[in-house]
Nanobody, 113 residues
Framework: QVQLVESGGGSVQPGESLRLTCAASGSINDMAWYRRVTGKMRSLVATISGIGRTTYIDSVKGRVTASRANAMNTVYLQLDDLKPEDTAVYYC??????????WGKGTQVTVSS
C-alpha cells in the first residue's frame, strides 16, 4: 500500500510563498493535491499527470504550480501570492475518488496578517 508524506507547510503572511512536497513510497502516475479548510471537507486543488500535465481550480489558477521530479514518487506544489483563504491542511493523493490511497497527515499552511 502506498504511503504518502506531505511536507513544506508553514505560517506565512499574505503575498508570501511556500513549496509543498509530496513523497510517496512507490511510483505514482496521476496525482492530485487536496486541501481541507477547518470545518470543511477536503477539496481538490490541482492535478498532475504522469507526464506532467496539470489542472487547477479557478481560485488558485495563476498562483499555484504543480510539478514533479524525475522520480515518479515525488510531486510538488508551489504556492505563490498566498491569501488567508488558502489556509488549510494540504494533502496529496490519487485524483480518482475510487482509487484513493490512505491519506497522509498533510501539511499545514497558515496565511495570516
Amino acid at each position: 500500500q502506498v504511503q504518502l508524506v506531505e511536507s513544506g507547510g508553514g505560517s506565512v503572511q499574505p503575498g508570501e510563498s511556500l513549496r509543498l512536497t509530496c513523497a510517496a513510497s512507490g511510483s505514482i502516475n496521476d496525482m492530485a493535491w487536496y486541501r481541507r479548510v477547518t470545518g470543511k471537507m477536503r477539496s481538490l486543488v490541482a492535478t498532475i499527470s504522469g507526464i506532467g500535465r496539470t489542472t487547477y481550480i479557478d481560485s488558485v489558477k495563476g498562483r499555484v504550480t504543480a510539478s514533479r521530479a524525475n522520480a515518479m514518487n515525488t510531486v510538488y506544489l508551489q504556492l505563490d501570492d498566498l491569501k488567508p483563504e488558502d489556509t488549510a491542511v494540504y494533502y496529496c493523493n490519487a485524483p480518482y475518488v475510487r482509487h484513493l490511497w490512505n491519506w497522509g497527515k498533510g501539511t499545514q499552511v497558515t496565511v495570516s496578517s
